[in-house]
Structures are given as C-alpha cells and as structure tokens.
C-alpha cells in the first residue's frame, strides 16, 4: 500500500488565493477546474539536434515545432540515463536507477523493475482524481517473475499495480520480442490459434534465425546483433514463438499508439487526465509507415523523425477538437540521446547528409558525454504559459513526478520521491531560469556525471573510448578524471582544477551512496 496523504494546496501557478468570501467547497471546485490535463510525449532515442526548433534542417517537424513556438523550449534539459530503463524507471518514480537492481537495458521478458509498493507518478496523479493512461514504449518489465510470464494467461503484475487506469503498451522494445501489444495486462488482438512462448536463452524448434535464415528477412537486414526471431521480415533480440494476428507489424505501430492514445482522449476528457505517450520513433528497428518514406531524404530514421511529428499533431488536433488544449500541460521530451546505426541496415549514417542529431554535442546513446542526456525538452501549456522563451535552466527529468505534484497543487512542499525537487516546478514553468545547482547523468556502464553550473564532471572509470559492439559513440569512459567547461567537452580542465573536481567527486559519491539527495536541494 502507498500511503501519501497530501494535503491539496491550491496549485502554486494558479491564480492568486481565494478570498475570505470563497467558501472551500467553491475553492476546492475553482482549483479542480485549474488544473491541467497533462500529457507527456516521450520520444525515443531523439536526438537533440533532431528536430526542427532544435536546429535540424533536413527534417521538418512542424508540430514539435508549433508546440515550442508557444511554450518553453530548454537548452540544458536532461534525461537521467544514456539509455532507456534506467531513464523511464527515473522519470516514473523520481528515483535514480543506481539504487535499484535491474534498471540496466531490460529484456522483454524482466520482470516488474517498479514494484507494486512505489510510488509513482501515475499513483500521484491517480490519487488527485485523474485517469491515467500509459501508450507505446514501456520497458520496465512486466509480470512478477523474469522469464516466467505465460503470454497467454492476463499477466499477474502490471501497470495497473502501479497506477495506470489503461495501458497498451509494447513490453520492451521494438526490437525485442514479445512483438505483441499489451492491453491492460493481455495481449492484445490475442490469437488463440497461435500461443506464445517467448524465452531470452534457447530458439524454440523449428523457428527460423536472423542468423540462420537472412533470406527471410524482407523488411530490414541487421547490421550488428538482431539476429535471433524474426518477425515482419525483421530479426530481434530473443526468440518467440507464436502470435499469429497479434503481431505488430512495425510499419504500423505509431499510428496503433495514436490511435489508442486519441480513443482514450475521447473517452476521458471530462475528467483530468494523464497520459504517458511513449512512441517507438525513432529507436530500431525503424521501418515507418510508407506514407512517410521519402519525407526527409535520411532514410528510415529522418522518416521516423517525421513519424513522430505527425503522431504530435494528432495529438494536439484531438486535444483541440475536444476543447481541451488550452488547459493541457504538455511536456515533449527524449529517453536518452541519439543513435546512427544501432543495429540495422537501414542506411541512416550514409544518408545523413549534413544532418547532426547530436545537435552539435560529444558523444551519443550509452554515452557519459552530453549528447548521451541532453536532450529535446519543451513545455507547452497555453492557460499559464503566455509567451514563447527559450530556457537555459539545468533541468532533469528526475523530478518530474515532484514537479508534477507542485504544479497540481499536492503536497505540503516536501518532495514526494526519493530523489526529485518540487522547487524544480519554478523552472520546469518558465519563472526560475536558473533550474538545478547540479544535475546527475548516469552512462550506460553505470558512471555517474555531474554538471553543475558551467563545469561538467566525469568520474574515472573503466571502458572502451568507443562503444564496442557496433554504434560509432564515443563513451567518455577513461581511468582520467574529466573536468569540461565548454558544450563540446573537448578540453580537459580536470588537472588545472582539482577543488573543483574533489567537489564534484564528492557529490557524486554522495548521490551514489545515500538513499535520497534532499541534502544538496
Ligand atoms: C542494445 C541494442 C540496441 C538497443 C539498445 C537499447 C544490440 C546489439 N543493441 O543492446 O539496438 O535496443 O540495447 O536501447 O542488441 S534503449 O533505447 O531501449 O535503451
Ligand atoms: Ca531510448
């Protein structure tokens, strides 16, 4: 059970105090009516040069765009991971993935990673009287024991033990199997004439191979591992047997999360809402739908970037058409950085052309250096946020779930999870430009950077300069302490500046070792 029994204050963006002639039931009625619906648009592996208002110039995201254009759009706006466990786990339930087991790259066959007794944001929201919803992406496991969930049966554990109301959802990622949606816990278009046996160790007899079988695959050849199952002409990660109509098929799968995410509006849009719209664009396998090939001339991933925008304006036209938008808090954000070629053969370094999806930053994906977090932040909510800024403020998606709470007026001012700031909703808001004093960014080997102010720190630690499998990414991992100034992180300051280093050092340790980070509020 999660007992947080918040007081309700008014929302702290909110018109001024009620006068002593208010009654509270009519203050109580004027705050319902002040807060927002809100709608978290997660991209997947979006660069922060991938889009237009960030720069791009051969992509055009007109959508992502308009959205900035009248709201907030950050420049030092961070996930919390280089990779995407570890960020969602952090972003749902304000807890940094170092102190919790199994928040590295999950399977599609872990477990639950958020158990049923966290708090989260979507229980936040559930409990101030909204329906939650969760559509796409989810990546944090499913069911309660790792590799031994029955496809077949409702799934014992799941988003609804964590505070979603509905969900239809992809297990992990497109290119892991199960290849199947989820919809409040089963699988959704079930086929009862073709069972599902998936397994992340053994091919199931008979199953044709990536690695065995490349003539089958039709849709898209791997470049480096994704050669296990093959489903729509496309190998994965891990074997899986079954299915049958309950495939995706991949060309179709941002226009399946649209358009549950658009029936749910629909239905609910009397009442508050949260809607937790993680797409599968642009990470692998990317294969969008065909009346996007061609949009961009990148190739399948400029396309997919083009996808995503166009789910964006379906969204907002819905949030429009049911006369809502104005009162729709929307926040637009990436999982991690960007990758070129993660896997596939779908030809999206030698297309880019000029195209930098790092936005100009070092490093990439799995990366300790900036373009592995900083990523594409932008809020848009018309009824408080009036005029279009650009904001510099550190800001991290670790405090999303304590942000949300401030801006829907629960909470006494003490932080609702482990690791997030309520004093963050300032910045977040567009009122604070100044954001975090120091902000944490954890690599795919698990190093933990920190940036503060002007300076950005990387711990010694072990690894390859390069990632080894097969991405062309710098790291950062090097046995030399790093101490960069400049956005490009090219020259080492660590020697020149070793107070600065000792303190950075110690508040990494810190973070790492202790069980929350009210301290360095
Ligand atoms: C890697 C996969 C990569 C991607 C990543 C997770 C291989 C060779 N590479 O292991 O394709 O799936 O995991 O990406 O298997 S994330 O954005 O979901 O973190
Ligand atoms: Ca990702």
Redesign the pocket.
Known sequence: MKNHKIKYLLPMLAAPLATHLTTPETAQAQERARRPNVVLIYA??LGYGDLSCYGAERVSTPNVDALAANGLRFTNAHSVAS???PSRYSLLTGEYPWRKRGTD?AAGDAAMIISPEQYTVADMFKEAGYTTAAFGKW?LGLGAESGKQDWNKPLPVGLADIGFDHSYIMAA?A??VPCVFIENGKVANYDASAPIYVSYSKNFEGEPTGKDNPELLYNLKHS???NMSIVNGIGR?GYMKGGGKALWKDENIADSITAHAIEFLKEKSDTPFFVYFATNDV??PRFPHPRFRGKTGMGHRGDAIAQFDWCVGEIIKTLKELDVFDKTLIILTS??GPVID??YDDRAEELLGGHNPMGGLRGG?YSCFEAGTRVPFIVHWPARIKRAKERKALVSQIDFLDVMATVIGRGDGENLSPDGLKSQAQAWMGSDNKGREILFQMAANRNISARSGKWKYIPPCKGAPMIT??PKIETGYSVEPQLYRDKDERVNRAAKNSEKVERLQKAVEYIRTTPTNRKLE
């Open positions: 997947d592996d990779t995407s466990t790259v990546h990622t290119d892991r480096h591992g994704h990660i990470h692998v999982d991690n993660d896997g994906k499998w097969g």
